[in-house]
Each structure stands twice: as C-alpha cells, then as structure tokens.
C-alpha cells in the first residue's frame, strides 16, 4: 500500500505566527486531503487536493503530485487553530485511504 | 447540508452486550467504510462498501460485522465487544472511491468495560 509521512510530529506556535505542514506520500494519488482533528475528536475536512493550489481564509494547501508532497499553510495562527493536522491519501485501485501519523499543533495566546 | 451522521457519539458497554453504531449519508455516495483510531496505531480500516449489498474487510475487521442494504446506510454491528475494541469510530463516504473526497462523520467513542 502507499505510505504517507508527516513532518513535523510536534510544532508548538505562538498567535499570530505561521506554519508550514509537510506530507510526503510515497505513490501516486488520485486523492490527497487535509484534515484538522479538533479537540472533541471530530474530523474536519480542510482540502481535497488531488493537485495544485487551494486557499481558504487563512489556511491554504499546495501538492506537487509528481514531487509526492503536499504542503499545508496556516498563516496568523489563532488558538483555535490547535489540534491535530492529518494528511490522507488514496491510490485508485485500492479501497483504503491512508492517513499519516500526524501533527499535533499548539497554539499558545 | 451534505453531511455523514453517526449515532451514538458516545458509549459505554459491558463485555458481550451487541451493540449497532449507526452511520448514514444523505449524498448518495456509493462508498462508505469504517475505520477506528487508537493512539499510537492511527486510524485503520475496519470494513467497506462499494454500493448496496457489496461489503469487504478492510485492515482490521475482526470482531465487527457490517451491512448494506440501503445505499444510505452501513451500520457498524459489534456482536460480542470486548475491552479491546474501546476507541474512536469514524464513518466515511465518497463517490467512487475517493474521487472528490471522503466525507467523515463526527466520531463514536466506545468505550467497552
């Protein structure tokens, strides 16, 4: 199955600061998507981003499908913003997507 | 609003007591899956469908059942739960598989004494 690696596993910021979030997967993808897992559990669904560039208010995300990375951009951080960031990815022919470990982000007042 | 619904959101059982973790989807989705997420193993897996009566095992599919008779629905049925199966379940769905995303629902947190 396809791997998919998250760096940093930790990142600690202070508001207002910004962030850049790696994935590297380690096949090709016919879907790549970013996920926030607030502290109550849930999943949101931050992008569906197969390719190319995508912004939404202050987060915004970018994969380099020929590359195999994606980066997740969060910029003026609010604490709100804490939690844990998941990249996930699904290669056609195979019925699982395949999350990374990961990173936990704190942001601190 | 497109969304996945998961009841309960939480739930404490004994040992051996069947339980049904509802899960429905109002975007006509033709795949829908299970995964459980536990600390230091990440989510995983458990079941998937491909449309109405097509199941198959995912990674971790022991000690769970599901069913597809509606294209909405794929309840998650734990006949006999054991300690081990405390964790948090996630529902998912998408057209195809993946294509245009998956949609998760907020989460289950089963917790088997």
């Known amino acids: 199955g396809i791997q998919v690696e998250q760096s940093p596993p930790d990142l600690i910021l202070q508001e207002g600061a910004n962030s850049t979030l790696r994935c590297n997967f380690s096949d090709s993808v016919n879907n790549l998507q970013w996920f926030h897992q607030n502290p109550w559990g849930q999943l949101i669904n931050l992008f569906y981003i197969p390719s190319g560039t995508k912004q939404n208010g202050r987060l915004s995300a970018t994969t380099v499908a020929t590359e195999r990375y994606s980066l997740l951009y969060i910029s003026s951080s609010q604490t709100t913003d804490s939690g844990v960031y998941f990249c996930?990815?699904?290669?056609?022919?195979?019925?699982?997507?395949?999350f990374g470990k990961g990173t936990m982000l704190l942001v601190s007042p | 609003e497109a969304q996945v619904t998961q009841n309960p959101r939480y739930l404490i059982t004994v040992t051996g007591k069947k339980l049904t973790v509802t899960c429905s989807q109002n975007?006509?989705?033709?795949?829908m899956s299970w995964y459980r997420q536990d600390p230091g193993l990440g989510l995983r897996q458990i079941y998937y469908?491909?449309?109405?009566?097509?199941?198959d095992k995912g990674d971790v599919p022991e000690g769970y059942k599901v069913s597809r008779k509606e294209k909405r629905n794929f309840p998650l049925i734990l006949e006999s739960p054991s300690p081990n199966q405390t964790s948090l379940y996630f529902c998912?769905?998408?057209?195809?598989?993946?294509?245009?995303?998956?949609?998760f629902g907020s989460g289950t947190r089963l917790t088997v004494v």
């Open positions: 975007m006509n989705h033709e795949y």
């Open positions: 998912a769905s998408s057209h195809g598989q993946g294509a245009g995303g998956y949609t």
């Open positions: 469908s491909m449309n109405v009566e097509v199941t």
């Open positions: 996930a990815a699904h290669r056609s022919g195979y019925s699982t997507l395949t």
